[in-house]
């Protein structure tokens, strides 16, 4: 029980030594290091002020670090280069694991702007002293069974005029076949039969993969219909209980940037809202208009085209082309050439008036995103996530242009220190936002004005 100590004394005492001897060593390397260095020093500078030595040599000079040896261009291009590949390996990250939960994304998004368009009415009701369930309600069903009216009008009116549609089709056949015969293009009876065969024998020997394209537009019409029902879901909720999503959606945010997130929410809000209703009256402008004008020219399928103007008008600068391309086709082979241009003239025309008079007047400065950034918006969107990331190319565009806006305005007002008036910018970055349960219970807070976040 006594040597215990003394062989632990004599370790201790042995590490002891041991770690002052190394600390000597370490010193008078330190020490030789510096000597080295000055003595460098003074080689160079002799070599630089006197001539080449008694032997005959010049004196090497010191070589530079290898940091100070790259230029600051290429310094400043290699720390941009790494932190870009760091951001777009986590944007990489964050696509595919939206694209894993595309039909959640897209449900979502699609609640979130049928809630933009929707919610001011509740918020209508609630001043009127309707209670938000029964307001929730009474707009989701309004909506929703106006969204299912007119998708059953098209079905009907597609099923009722499809036996003329094929009779008109077949005439304009004949009649483009005639045309074709006796147009400046040359083009024989015999042309024409060959490439009616080759239609007919490449519909045969594809039979397996129009099978095969059956079955999964059955898998298709399963995710429709399931994100059909997400969106309801979604859209409920966010009607009903949109203020406390957004205030525990905030609780996520740091503190130190929840003032900044807390003031753009409300103005990406008003944003979206304004371009949903926008968009909604622009695209029934043009539906009545292009409808009235294919009607009165004889066109078939007058209401189902009109329709299909106003859902394609919710992508920008495409849709209307496809419409009005659909619509010219149909015209063109059941009344004719003269027709096919005349409804190409009535499309041109609404067209136009629609971006130079309807979108400035409807829209106004509340959506201002230029047409470059329009079009280019439109074509990722779609390359990424097809017809779907073209309806939310745009909208998401606008609503990113008010966040920056805002927050380069609030930056600036900070640097200036004055605060931004009547916003949560005028608080200290330091100041908390108040949670939901600070808040004052009277549910009317929730849908005040129809233009906070949901």
């Known amino acids: 029980m006594v040597r215990t100590p003394r062989w632990i004394g004599r370790v201790g005492a042995g590490l002891a030594e041991l770690g002052e001897r190394l600390e000597e060593r370490r010193a008078a390397s ?37 940091v100070t040896a790259v230029p600051w261009g290429v310094r400043v291009a290699a720390e941009a280069g790494w932190r870009l590949l760091v951001l777009a390996g986590a944007l990489w990250v964050v696509m595919q694991a939206l694209g894993a939960v595309r039909l959640v994304v897209f449900s979502f998004a699609a609640a979130l702007l049928i809630t933009a ?30 969204l299912g009216l007119i998708g059953w009008f098209v079905v009907w009116q597609v099923t009722a005029n499809f036996g003329d549609l094929s009779r008109q089709l077949q005439g304009g ?39 095969s394209l059956g079955l999964q537009g059955v898998t298709v019409l399963v995710e429709i219909i399931t994100g059909m029902l997400l969106t309801v879901f979604c859209t409920l909720f966010l009607l009903y209980d949109g203020r406390r999503v957004w205030n525990w959606v905030l609780k996520l945010v ?121 079009i280019l918006s439109v074509a990722s969107g779609g390359l990424i996530a097809g017809i779907g990331g073209a309806v939310v190319a745009v909208p998401l565009v606008a609503v990113t242009n008010t966040v920056v806006s805002y927050l380069y305005a609030r930056q600036k007002a900070a640097a200036r220190h004055q605060p931004l008036p009547g916003t949560v910018g005028a608080q200290s970055p330091a100041t908390p936002l108040p949670s939901p349960q600070d808040e004052a219970p009277d549910e009317a807070q929730d849908d005040e004005g129809g233009s906070r976040s949901p």
């Not at 003074?42 to 010191?62: D, L, M, N, Q, Y």
């Not at 042309?191 to 993969?209: E, F, G």
């Not at 419409?323 to 241009?341: D, E, R």
């Open 30 to 66: 330190e020490r030789q290091h510096e000597a080295r260095h000055h003595e460098a020093e003074k080689e160079s500078e002799a070599a630089v002020g006197h001539p080449p030595t008694s032997e005959g040599a010049p004196a090497a000079p010191a070589r530079p670090e290898p």
């Open 117 to 146: 368009l929707l919610q001011p009415t509740v918020a209508r009701l609630r001043r009127h002293g309707v209670p938000r369930g029964p307001a929730t309600a009474l707009t989701a069903i309004f909506g929703f069974v106006c």
């Open 173 to 211: 056949t004949e009649q483009m076949k005639r045309w074709l015969l006796h147009s400046p293009f040359h083009v024989t009876e015999k042309q024409i039969d060959q490439i009616s065969r080759k239609l007919s024998d490449s519909i045969t020997r594809n039979t397996d993969k129009i099978t």
């Open 254 to 374: 740091p503190a130190a940037a929840r003032p900044a997130v807390a003031g753009a929410g409300p103005r990406a809000w008003r944003t979206l809202t304004a371009y949903v209703h926008g968009t909604v009256i622009v695209a029934f402008i043009d539906a009545v208009f292009i409808g009235i004008g294919i009607f009165f020219l004889g066109v078939p399928l007058a209401v189902p085209l009109a329709v299909f103007v106003f859902v394609f008008s919710f992508v920008p600068l495409v849709g209307a082309v496809v419409s009005g391309a659909l619509a010219v086709v149909v015209g063109l082979v059941t009344q004719g050439v003269f027709t096919a241009l005349m409804v190409l003239a009535v499309v041109l025309a609404v067209q136009q008036i629609e971006g130079h008079v309807l979108q400035p007047f409807i829209l106004g400065r509340a959506v201002r995103v230029h047409p470059l950034a329009v």
